[in-house]
Each structure stands twice: as structure tokens, then as C-alpha cells.
């Protein structure tokens, strides 16, 4: 006769943000919880998330805050006005990690990094009695058990509640790489196709172009598609564009490819001139100088800008001060497909919101529950990424401890 699985109250599955802050509220409720995780450490995407600042979440209103996120906000509202910016900043607080606004109106660490606090936060979720399970890949369902691949073989696990906190599929070798979805749609719920978010774009440049500009940044510039705005710096690379402004404006430019094939995003290379004064500026006579000279003399315009303004402006236009004002202020870059989503900052899709009662559990698989980026729901960057994934594991983990107190 095979040996039964061991029994456990919770099981959490996935160690990232969203898993993590289930496991705390569980904590508080008195419920043990099982973190099972598939890399050798938790919290690896979270780390990565640090490399650069750990954006913890964002400081403005909390109105303008919910709008960041679109057509998921009804489903997610009620889960970001419980665990607010200003609550996540009095959690860090209580993990002795001093958190400040900056003049972004970001959320960060005092010190900027995310290993002090992922550090401090698992010693105290293990001195409260969570277990932890690592190098645990989750294989889906034998009957009612989940199932786990291990270094030591297959791990049967019965579990009275399970959270799914696994995460997307942007950054596979992290442990976020989807490989949960046909597992769940072998339970016949509803996955919307992921795609990248918060992502660069492939862009074909000339070679004279390319082998000249790539690798220099693009500085002090607005970009412009549909009715979204950004402002700052670009990347330009071998393969395209990448950098915070254009994850800013990376959805509905996606959207916009996927529909139509292509997309114009449009570019400001002055923002801080008029056409206007372009326009007065570039009329001054330009005698024997050449153009590059004229447009360095006269607008400040030269290096990659001027080489991007060629790039993608008619040879006419430069015969035209008008045109070329115009072109300055509204230069169209054609982007033929967004970056591969393995090297997206994050991504859109995943388990849809329909699928999931107001505590995030299956409506048909009742017990389990669904937190995190494995949700169908995206967010630009500037900490509303983390701060939903933590209101989302502090909503599954309050729905888990009131459904085990009834299930019974």
C-alpha cells in the first residue's frame, strides 16, 4: 500500500511578493502555511525588481493611483484600498525598513535595495511557523493532491487551501515562466493569452543609423501614442528602443501592433520649444553652413537626435523650415513588434478575473486561490506592479483563513 500524502492546512505556490504576503496574513489568522517554490532561494524576481531601486509602490492619490490599472481596477479596487501605498510603507516600517517618496512620487527603501527587506520579511515569516519548500516545481493535480517535482522525485502534497502565486512568464529564468498554465486549463479555467507589458520594441533601422547610434542614449524627449504621454530618456539599441517612457506608453502601442500589424509612436525631440519658436529659429539663414551645423547653431539639435530626425523624416522636409519645425516636434517612429516576452519587465494576460470570486478563489475549484501576476490584470512601472501583487496576497490570504473557518 502506498504511503498517504502528508497533510498540510495551506499550501502557497510561489515565493515571490503576492505568495509571501499570503503567507503573513495567514500568519496572523494562526494558520500554518507551506511555501513551495521552484528556484533554489525565494523571491528571486523580487531581488531582480531591486537591482536598479526597489520600487516598492507609488505616492500619489489614491484616485489617480487606481486609474494605473485600466481595465482590471473594479476587480482590483477593493484589494488596493485595503493595503494603500501609505499601508505598504507602514509594513516596511514595521520590518524596520524606512521607506521615502522620491521626486518621481516613488516609493522607495531608504537604501534602495530589496534584499535587506526580503531578508528581514522571510526571517520573520519562519519564526511565525511558515515552512518553506524550495526547488519545488509545481506539476499540477494527481486527483486532489499537487503534485511537485523535486531533486529527491515526485512530492505529493494534500492540502486543505492551496494560493497560486506564481507569476507571469516574463522573466523564465526566475521561476516566473507559465509553465502553470495548462495545469489550470486542464481544469478548464479561462487563461488570456500573455503577453509582454512594460517592453521594448523592434524597430529596423539603417544600418548607417544603427552601427553609429546604437547604445547612446536619447535624452530629454516626449513621447506620444493615442492619448498616452511620457517624458525622459531613450534607449536606443541594435534591435530598437527600450526604457521607463516607452514601458509607459507599451500597452496600448502593443495593442495597437497586434490590431493593426504596426504602430507610429510619435516623438518630441524638443519638449521644452514650440513649433513656433522652431519655426523662428530655423528661418535665421543658414548661408554656407550645412545642415547638421544649422540645426546645432540654431535648435541645440545635433548627435542622435539629429540622426533619429534623419532617420525618419523625408529629405524634403529639410528644405522646409515649417516641415522640419514639425517634424522635430512630431517625428514618427514606426514599431513593427514588441520585444519577445521572456525579456519583458512583466505581462499582461493570465488567469481571468471572471474565474475568480471577490477573494480571488476558483469559482471552480473551490479552495484554491490565485494571487499575483498570474492574474489577468497589468500595470505601467513605478511600483504599481508590487504594490497590487501584495494587495492581491493580502486579499487571498484573508479569503483562505475565512474560507477554512467555514468549509468545515
Same mark, same amino acid.
Given at each position: 500500500?502506498?504511503?498517504?500524502?502528508?497533510?498540510?492546512?495551506?499550501?502557497?505556490?510561489?515565493?515571490?511578493?503576492?505568495?509571501?504576503?499570503?503567507?503573513?496574513?495567514?500568519?496572523?489568522?494562526?494558520?500554518?502555511?507551506?511555501?513551495?517554490?521552484?528556484? #533554489?532561494?525565494?523571491?528571486?524576481?523580487?531581488?531582480?525588481?531591486?537591482? !536598479?531601486?526597489?520600487?516598492?509602490?507609488? +505616492?500619489?492619490?489614491?484616485?489617480?493611483?487606481?486609474?494605473?490599472? +485600466?481595465?482590471?481596477?473594479?476587480?482590483?479596487?477593493?484589494?488596493?484600498?485595503?493595503?494603500? #501605498?501609505?499601508?505598504?510603507?507602514?509594513?516596511?516600517?514595521? $520590518?524596520?525598513?524606512?521607506?521615502?517618496?522620491?521626486?518621481?512620487?516613488?516609493?522607495?527603501?531608504?537604501?534602495?535595495?530589496?534584499?535587506?527587506?526580503?531578508?528581514?520579511? $522571510?526571517?520573520?515569516?519562519?519564526?511565525?511557523?511558515?515552512?518553506?519548500?524550495?526547488?519545488?516545481?509545481?506539476?499540477?493535480?494527481?486527483?486532489?493532491?499537487?503534485?511537485?517535482?523535486?531533486?529527491?522525485?515526485?512530492?505529493?502534497?494534500?492540502?486543505?487551501?492551496?494560493?497560486?502565486?506564481?507569476? +507571469?512568464?516574463?522573466?523564465?529564468?526566475?521561476?516566473?515562466?507559465?509553465?502553470?498554465?495548462?495545469?489550470?486549463?486542464?481544469?478548464?479555467?479561462?487563461?488570456?493569452?500573455?503577453?509582454?507589458?512594460?517592453?521594448?520594441?523592434?524597430?529596423?533601422?539603417?544600418?548607417?543609423?544603427?552601427?553609429?547610434?546604437?547604445?547612446?542614449?536619447?535624452?530629454?524627449?516626449?513621447?506620444?501614442?493615442?492619448? *498616452?504621454?511620457?517624458?525622459?530618456?531613450?534607449?536606443?539599441?541594435?534591435?530598437?528602443?527600450?526604457?521607463?517612457?516607452?514601458?509607459?506608453?507599451?500597452?496600448?502601442?502593443?495593442?495597437?501592433?497586434?490590431?493593426?500589424?504596426?504602430?507610429?509612436?510619435?516623438?518630441?525631440?524638443?519638449?521644452?520649444?514650440?513649433?513656433?519658436?522652431?519655426?523662428?529659429?530655423? !528661418?535665421?539663414?543658414?548661408?554656407?553652413?550645412?545642415?547638421?551645423?544649422?540645426?546645432?547653431?540654431?535648435? /541645440?539639435?545635433?548627435?542622435? /537626435?539629429?540622426?533619429?530626425?534623419?532617420?525618419?523624416?523625408?529629405? !524634403?522636409?529639410?528644405?522646409?523650415?515649417?516641415?522640419?519645425?514639425?517634424?522635430?516636434?512630431?517625428?514618427?517612429?514606426?514599431?513593427?513588434?514588441?520585444? #519577445?516576452?521572456?525579456?519583458?519587465?512583466?505581462?499582461?494576460?493570465?488567469?481571468?478575473?471572471?474565474?475568480?470570486?471577490?477573494?480571488?478563489?476558483?469559482? /471552480?475549484?473551490?479552495?484554491?486561490?490565485?494571487?499575483?501576476?498570474?492574474?489577468?490584470?497589468?500595470?505601467?512601472? +513605478?511600483?504599481?506592479?508590487?504594490?497590487?501583487?501584495?494587495?492581491?496576497?493580502?486579499?487571498?490570504?484573508?479569503?483562505?483563513?475565512?474560507?477554512?473557518?467555514? *468549509?468545515?
Amino acid at each position: 500500500m502506498s504511503t498517504p500524502p502528508p497533510k498540510i492546512n495551506v499550501a502557497i505556490v510561489g515565493g515571490g511578493p503576492a505568495g509571501l504576503m499570503a503567507a503573513e496574513v495567514l500568519c496572523a489568522h494562526g494558520i500554518q502555511a507551506h511555501i513551495f517554490d521552484t528556484m #533554489p532561494s525565494l523571491g528571486r524576481k523580487f531581488l531582480m525588481a531591486g537591482k !536598479s531601486g526597489l520600487n516598492l509602490s507609488h +505616492g500619489e492619490d489614491i484616485e489617480t493611483f487606481l486609474t494605473r490599472y +485600466g481595465a482590471a481596477r473594479n476587480r482590483l479596487e477593493p484589494s488596493l484600498r485595503t493595503f494603500t #501605498p501609505q499601508d505598504i510603507r507602514d509594513w516596511a516600517d514595521g $520590518l524596520g525598513i524606512e521607506t521615502f517618496i522620491g521626486t518621481s512620487g516613488r516609493i522607495f527603501p531608504k537604501d534602495f535595495k530589496a534584499a535587506p527587506l526580503l531578508r528581514t520579511w $522571510l526571517r520573520r515569516l519562519r519564526a511565525q511557523g511558515v515552512s518553506v519548500h524550495v526547488r519545488h516545481r509545481w506539476t499540477g493535480w494527481n486527483e486532489e493532491n499537487l503534485c511537485f517535482d523535486t531533486p529527491q522525485g515526485i512530492v505529493r502534497i494534500e492540502a486543505r487551501a492551496t494560493v497560486l502565486a506564481l507569476g +507571469g512568464a516574463s522573466w523564465p529564468s526566475l521561476g516566473s515562466d507559465a509553465a502553470w498554465v495548462p495545469y489550470l486549463r486542464e481544469k478548464n479555467i479561462a487563461i488570456n493569452a500573455l503577453r509582454p507589458a512594460n517592453c521594448g520594441f523592434n524597430v529596423t533601422w539603417s544600418n548607417h543609423f544603427k552601427n553609429k547610434f546604437a547604445g547612446v542614449p536619447l535624452k530629454s524627449v516626449a513621447l506620444h501614442f493615442a492619448d *498616452v504621454e511620457a517624458r525622459g530618456d531613450i534607449s536606443i539599441t541594435d534591435y530598437g528602443i527600450e526604457s521607463g517612457p516607452v514601458y509607459t506608453v507599451s500597452a496600448p502601442l502593443r495593442d495597437a501592433i497586434e490590431r493593426d500589424g504596426t504602430a507610429t509612436l510619435t516623438i518630441d525631440l524638443l519638449p521644452d520649444k514650440s513649433v513656433e519658436q522652431l519655426t523662428t529659429a530655423l !528661418s535665421k539663414p543658414r548661408g554656407k553652413k550645412s545642415m547638421a551645423t544649422h540645426l546645432k547653431r540654431t535648435v /541645440k539639435l545635433d548627435g542622435v /537626435k539629429a540622426g533619429l530626425l534623419r532617420e525618419c523624416t523625408d529629405k !524634403s522636409a529639410f528644405d522646409d523650415v515649417i516641415r522640419l519645425a514639425q517634424a522635430i516636434k512630431t517625428l514618427p517612429l514606426c514599431l513593427e513588434s514588441p520585444r #519577445p516576452l521572456a525579456e519583458a519587465i512583466s505581462c499582461a494576460g493570465g488567469v481571468a478575473l471572471d474565474e475568480l470570486d471577490d477573494g480571488f478563489m476558483l469559482k /471552480k475549484i473551490p479552495g484554491v486561490f490565485c494571487a499575483g501576476e498570474m492574474q489577468d490584470w497589468e500595470a505601467p512601472t +513605478g511600483g504599481y506592479l508590487i504594490s497590487a501583487c501584495l494587495a492581491a496576497g493580502r486579499t487571498a490570504g484573508e479569503a483562505v483563513a475565512h474560507w477554512l473557518d467555514n *468549509v468545515d
